[in-house]
């Protein structure tokens, strides 16, 4: 019988892997596809297809670990295993930072959109946002997937749209023209951020159905999914529109699609980039909120945030939580800055993860593994370790001006850690 105190596992492998595709596909690849195509040239696609790999070489650490440890905590839970309470609680505080950053900046990008299509400011449209997808979240689990697995189907729709748009204009461009070739590495940085969201398939696995076999199969299936989907889309992109239109492009899919279809194809991926910025605050939220969860029932951060709807079996306090740290952080406004910020996070808690499953092939060899990464020399795994290098090498790439950003928010977890282990 379900408890009051628990998580209710209702989600599918088809569920939880089209909210994980839903969620990879969001904003990044609407916003981020022009500015990109700028720094890159004519050779995003390969941006891409880098972004993606240092992405899979980290999932393939997430899908050993949520083998072996399925709980809601995710990151938190694995690094602590690894390296200890301080360790795993800074881990966890990053990673609820990156989603508040990431939910305030996509929230503020559905805001303009709701702006240009109903005449509202973007702040009535952002903070109607947050309003609306608290309630569905609290609502349940099954309800929130359910709107997001929608959502993702017109997600696909759209790139698939931009895709065909694009047929006509293949070949006639070269591929492998670019403005320099640390532009390519600059851009892959940049566009790592479209592919966040795999990691929210892990932080779901406390409601999902047989968790230790279904999460890593829908790992990969959602990983492998949107690489080919964005390499498709980059290189339609660059045959219809010049890439040095893109780069100043605000609505570069929107454009893309208008050149070879008109004013009314403009329109329709507007709306379609409507839909998916409102998904990927959905998911992103989600994920988060189940975090705050596993962080607060393990005593790491205040109990309240523990306390679980007795109708509804969610996590509403930690829900509510994540929503008004979201809140906060609207006032960010540049997505290509905050982007990256919430990068700068992301490639630590990435080395972290990477470090945590190799540190834990040799003091925990003992413990079920339902999925081993492959490609091991003895206990040492390959894959982890070239993970760990392609996240330090992205972050090379970071800005002054983000590094800046990202070390005084990481400042502040560090104080939190310590008034919280004392």
Not at 77 to 93: C, D, M, S
Not at 398 to 419: H, K, M, N, P
Request: hydrophobic content about 55%.
């Amino acid at each position: 019988m379900q408890g009051e105190s628990e998580l209710k596992k209702e989600l599918n492998l088809l569920e939880v892997t089209l909210v994980g595709i839903g969620n990879i596909l969001g904003a990044g690849i609407y916003v981020l596809m022009g500015k990109a195509a700028g720094l890159a040239g004519n050779m995003v696609w390969f941006s891409f297809l880098f972004a993606g790999a240092t992405a899979t070489l980290s999932a393939f650490s997430y899908m050993e670990l949520a083998s072996m440890f399925p709980r809601a905590g995710a990151e938190y839970g694995f690094v602590k295993r690894a390296f200890g309470e301080r360790i795993g609680l800074f881990v966890g505080l990053l990673v609820i930072c990156f989603v508040a950053i990431t939910s305030s900046a996509v929230a503020l990008g559905f805001g303009r959109y709701f702006s240009n299509l109903f005449g509202y400011g973007y702040l009535t449209g952002t903070l109607g946002l947050f309003i609306f997808l608290s309630l569905i979240m609290v609502h349940g689990i099954k309800e929130s997937a359910r709107l997001a697995i929608f959502i993702s189907l017109i997600e696909v729709f759209g790139l698939l749209i931009v895709i065909y748009t694009g047929l006509p204009y293949l070949g006639t461009v070269n591929y492998l023209e670019t403005p320099n070739m640390t532009g390519i590495f600059k851009a892959s940085t940049l566009i790592f951020f479209a592919f966040l969201g795999f990691e929210d398939i892990v932080r779901l696995s406390q409601e999902t159905k047989e968790a230790e076999k279904t999460t890593p199969k829908a790992l990969l299936i959602a990983i492998f999914f949107t690489v080919f989907l964005y390499m498709c889309v980059a290189v339609t992109a660059v045959s219809v529109l010049d890439f040095r239109v893109l780069g100043f492009s605000e609505v570069p899919l929107a454009d893309v699609a208008a050149v070879s279809l008109g004013s009314n194809a403009f329109v329709l991926i507007s709306w379609i980039a409507f839909f998916s910025t409102m998904n990927t605050v959905l998911v992103v939220m989600l994920g988060g909120s189940r975090i705050v969860y596993g962080m607060a029932d393990s005593g790491s951060l205040p109990k309240i945030l523990s306390r679980i709807h007795p109708s509804y079996h969610t996590p509403w306090v930690a829900i509510f939580g994540v929503t008004c740290l979201s809140i906060l952080f609207v006032l960010l406004k540049d997505i290509a800055i905050v982007a990256n910020i919430a990068n700068f996070m992301i490639f630590i808690v990435f080395f972290m993860v990477n470090l945590s499953l190799i540190k834990l092939r040799y003091t925990d060899p003992g413990r079920t593994r339902l999925f081993k990464v492959p490609l091991n020399i003895g206990r040492f795994p390959l894959l982890p370790f070239l993970g760990s290098l392609s996240t330090v090498f992205l972050f090379s790439q970071l800005s002054l001006e983000v590094i800046t950003y990202g070390l005084v928010l990481a400042g502040i977890g560090i104080l939190i850690v310590l008034l919280r282990t004392r």
